[in-house]
């Protein structure tokens, strides 16, 4: 070993050109990586944390509230059509207009957006950042030909598209996935690479590169993570984004079918019955409102938290 | 003593902030009287531009100001915002830091000066642009009926400034308020605009309160001098006094860590060490797309025909202004940037031309610290974390343990203590981030490190530890050094050697001595002549032989020797014929006239 004498830095840690925060002193000095750090601090964001329990909440509800309800889901009633809720009579939120257990219905619909919505927008996530990163960060000609891959998919009608895969494989709700993932990931690339392009001039990217680290590894530990503030925003964004393009592919008949059922086509159905029967429109619009709050406030406190440089504030 | 100009007392600004009240500035006193110029100096954080903004009225909404601020008698602090805007720009004026982001960039210069003109003077049209020339030239500005109706991006650094100056002057303020005006000028390019400073106080008999955080900028402008630090006034006297006699701990600190021109030159201690680095002929070229759709991309020299070595232990210092390719160079060696030609020798093994992954394995051996300390570190990694990064690629069978106990005494050796491995690059002040920057290009034990401009970013006092550390460690560990920098004085601290360049070619090499003793090259004295000097008595009298001009684009520089544009010796032959390096004595020179000059 070298000759090593223990002589530690006296300057003051305020100091500095850079106007680096205070606060050092409080953060506690065990191991630590950027998700247990983040996991702290998403733990004291109280709305971040409201909305996670909500949609805990909701997520066991849905796939519980089906299976231990009494009423079918899928089965009409000409005896009891568009009764409106009540707490004793044993529909809870009313009846839908062929008589079925609007309850039952609305977790039904539940299960299916909040699916569609989360793995939709995972697919997109996955393939967008990996193909705007790996865009941005060889650039040249290679970024301009995955670009223009981009820009030609972006020319293909959406409507188009869905209509040729059910023609091609018949009505199924995984098509529904693959058409929706199949357009979201063209603006996550476009985004990602965008930041890509900024993050790749700094200096800490050169640094790596000095140091001999493989291209893949630069993407995988120093640009994706220095990305998350950004994609966690548009994923909170692209998911209520997703739930309605799926109810309105459902309206158009190209969606989900009946007897089953998503909370856009539970919208689109009780907005018809407004006047006569409005609690067909306020308990799946309630659901879906309260789910898009939840990612909103979930997706904030999840940017803050992942990023170091917000925490010493708080 | 006249009566003051603008007399501070007990001026106190607070600032709210989510951690509390800041402190920016506590109970400062000062007086300036008419045509007097005061230094503020001061490291960052000190409150100088904060003192200077409350004189301004200029605060930020979290901010408050109290104390008193009279300025020609009449009572600044709580006048109403309406007030204080007739003041602003007609008795005080401010000239910035950045002349490019405090011009419109949408206005040409003669709009921006015909408003501050229609504003405060009620002057339009002609009478305005009259009076425009009249400031325009008073400041120097070549060609100045052009210049009224180009935009600011058309225009050199030094010109803003000018252009800045010149406005400011419009309305004959009593008091002109200059915070850092030259910080983000080239060296020549300061020299030139604190003699116009200089001259247009004579001239217009200005008050000037200067701001800097360069002694030496101060030494040779100011009358008086006010030190600041933690947001209190440290020292104030007059110019001399502080320099020569300060009374403050903190002043005395302050002065020693100031770089000179007139130290001592690190000895080489090895003799005949092993030669680490070859460097023949190198070149870089970029390709610049210009605009059209048929225009041909211009070729851009950044690099031209460098040739170099270096020992084990020794230290190359690099020097040149803003364009000079000396940042290329750095990044040609390390094979960061493909060379477009020339050859660039590692240890006995040829790089230039390899293509990356095979590069790759000499990374070990060579090393890079940067200008921004934060910049240069992962916001999202912990300390701990990029200083392992090198380690893992090139001994990823190193177990948890042995590579925590690897980056501890890393951090140990450039005066960090391990346990804050686990914080974030942010909480860090600037010098400690340029330590971890350090360590973490000497974990692998490299045999050549090159600092690109590695302490221009810092405080004087910091930038001399870190110098000492530098010196230090390679002491210690016989690194090869290049030492990049525009600073000439904090060069000298360092360097065995010195290599001048000037748009991408070499003027000068010479052993570092020498060079400072003897300088050849016309560039290398311009250079030596505008740094600054921290001794008010030596610098007031210097006979300064500045360069004219700006420095060209790199894009277009002129043909034959580079320099002529802006020497004093310039001859026929400069322009027909580019000067070959060539040995005097044991330096090597590039100059037609190298043996009169």
Request: glycine letters at 8%.
């Amino acid at each position: 070993m070298t000759d090593v004498t223990p002589r530690v830095a006296a300057e003051a840690a305020p100091t500095g050109p850079v106007g680096a925060p205070t606060g050092a002193t409080s953060i506690p000095e065990a191991p630590r990586s950027l998700w247990s750090d983040a996991w702290l601090t998403l733990r004291q964001n109280r709305a971040a944390m409201t909305a996670a329990i909500v949609l805990g909440l909701l997520v066991v509800l849905v796939l519980l509230g089906p299976v231990v309800s009494t009423y079918d889901y899928a089965k009409p009633n000409w005896d009891e059509i568009a009764v409106p809720p009540s707490l004793t009579g044993g529909h809870l939120f009313g009846t839908d207009s062929l008589g079925r257990d609007l309850f039952t219905r609305t977790l039904m619909g539940g299960r299916l957006s909040l699916l569609i919505g989360i793995v939709s927008t995972l697919v997109s996530l996955v393939i967008g950042i990996a193909w705007g990163a790996t865009a941005g960060f060889i650039g040249g000609r290679v970024d301009r030909v995955m670009m223009r891959i981009v820009d030609i998919l972006y020319a293909l009608p959406f409507m188009f598209l869905v209509i040729l895969l059910m023609v091609l494989f018949g009505r199924n709700i995984l098509l529904i996935f693959v058409a929706i993932g199949a357009i979201n990931w063209l603006d996550m690339a476009r985004i990602v690479r965008g930041q890509t392009l900024g993050l790749k001039q700094r200096e800490f990217i050169e640094a790596a590169r000095v140091s001999g680290v493989k291209p893949g590894r630069i993407i995988l530990r120093h640009i994706v993570p220095n990305l998350l503030g950004v994609v966690v925003v548009y994923v909170t964004l692209t998911i209520p984004q997703v739930i309605l393009v799926e109810s309105f592919l459902s309206f158009l008949g190209l969606g989900v079918q009946e007897p089953m059922t998503s909370w856009g086509v539970m919208v689109s159905d009780g907005a018809m019955e407004m006047e006569n029967a409005p609690w067909m429109l306020v308990f799946p619009a309630a659901f879906l409102a309260v789910t898009l709050f939840c990612f909103n406030y979930l997706g904030d406190g999840l940017r803050d938290a992942l990023d170091p440089r917000d925490r010493s504030g708080r | 003593m006249s009566q003051a100009l603008l007399e501070v007392k007990d001026l106190n600004v607070t600032f709210a902030t989510r951690d509390g009240p800041v402190h920016a500035v506590k109970d400062l006193c000062f007086k300036l009287a008419p045509g007097e110029v005061l230094g503020i100096v001061g490291e960052s954080g000190s409150g100088k531009t904060q003192a200077a903004m409350a004189v301004l009225g200029l605060m930020a909404d979290n901010g408050r100001v109290s104390g008193s601020i009279r300025f020609e008698g009449s009572e600044l602090v709580g006048l109403r915002e309406s007030a204080l805007r007739e003041i602003r720009g007609d008795r005080i004026a401010m000239v910035f830091q950045d002349p490019m982001t405090s011009l419109n960039p949408y206005l040409t210069v003669g709009a921006q000066m015909g408003l501050v003109l229609r504003e405060h003077r009620g002057l339009k049209g002609d009478a305005a642009k009259a009076e425009c020339l009249r400031l325009l030239e008073a400041v120097h500005i070549t060609d100045p009926v052009s210049r009224l109706t180009m935009y600011p991006h058309e225009l050199s650094g030094g010109m803003r400034q000018r252009v800045m100056i010149a406005t400011a002057l419009l309305c004959q303020p009593a008091l002109l308020i200059a915070d850092e005006p030259t910080t983000a000028l080239d060296v020549t390019v300061q020299a030139q605009i604190l003699a116009l400073m200089a001259e247009l106080r004579e001239s217009f008999g200005t008050a000037i309160l200067l701001i800097t955080h360069d002694l030496g900028v101060a030494a040779g402008t100011c009358d008086r001098l006010l030190v600041m630090k933690n947001g209190e006034c440290q020292e104030q006297g007059p110019i001399d006094a502080c320099f020569h006699n300060p009374k403050t701990e903190y002043a005395r600190e302050l002065l020693a860590a100031v770089p000179r021109l007139n130290e001592e030159v690190p000895v080489l201690r090895f003799g005949n060490s092993e030669r680490v680095l070859q460097v023949n002929d190198l070149a870089v070229q970029y390709p610049v797309e210009q605009p059209g759709l048929f225009a041909k991309p211009k070729i851009l020299r950044a690099l031209d025909g460098v040739s170099l070595e270096l020992r084990a232990g020794e230290t190359l210092g690099v020097v040149g202004e803003s364009g000079s390719g000396k940042s290329t160079l750095a990044r040609a060696v390390l094979r960061l940037v493909r060379p477009t030609s020339g050859t660039v020798c590692l240890l006995g093994r040829e790089l230039a031309q390899l293509p990356e992954n095979e590069v790759r394995e000499s990374r070990r051996d060579m090393q890079l610290v940067f200008q921004d300390p934060l910049a240069a570190l992962d916001p999202r990694m912990t300390v701990g974390e990029t200083i392992a990064e090198p380690l893992q690629v090139f001994e990823p069978s190193l177990s948890d343990a042995d590579l925590t106990a690897r980056v501890s005494e890393a951090m140990l050796q450039v005066g960090l203590d391990p346990e804050w491995r686990n914080r974030y690059p942010h909480q860090f002040s600037g010098g400690q981030c340029q330590r971890v920057g350090i360590a973490r290009a000497l974990i692998l034990k490299p045999k050549l490190l090159v600092c690109d401009e590695a302490v221009s970013a810092l405080d004087v006092t910091v930038q001399a530890q870190i110098v000492s550390l530098l010196l230090e460690l390679q002491a210690r560990l016989g690194l090869a050094l290049i030492f990049i920098s525009h600073d000439l004085a904090v060069v000298r601290r360092l360097s065995h050697r010195v290599l001048v360049m000037y748009l991408g070619k070499v003027m000068e090499l010479a052993d570092a001595d020498e060079l400072y003793r003897n300088p050849k090259h016309p560039y290398t004295r311009a250079l030596m002549a505008a740094v600054p000097i921290p001794d008010p008595r030596l610098e007031k009298t210097r006979v300064k032989a500045l360069a004219k001009g700006d420095v060209p684009s790199p894009l277009a520089p002129p043909g034959g020797c580079a320099f002529r544009t802006r020497c004093e010796y310039v001859i026929e032959r400069c322009g027909a014929e580019e000067p070959p390096l060539v040995e005097v004595g044991t330096a090597r020179v590039a100059c037609w006239r190298v043996w009169e000059v």
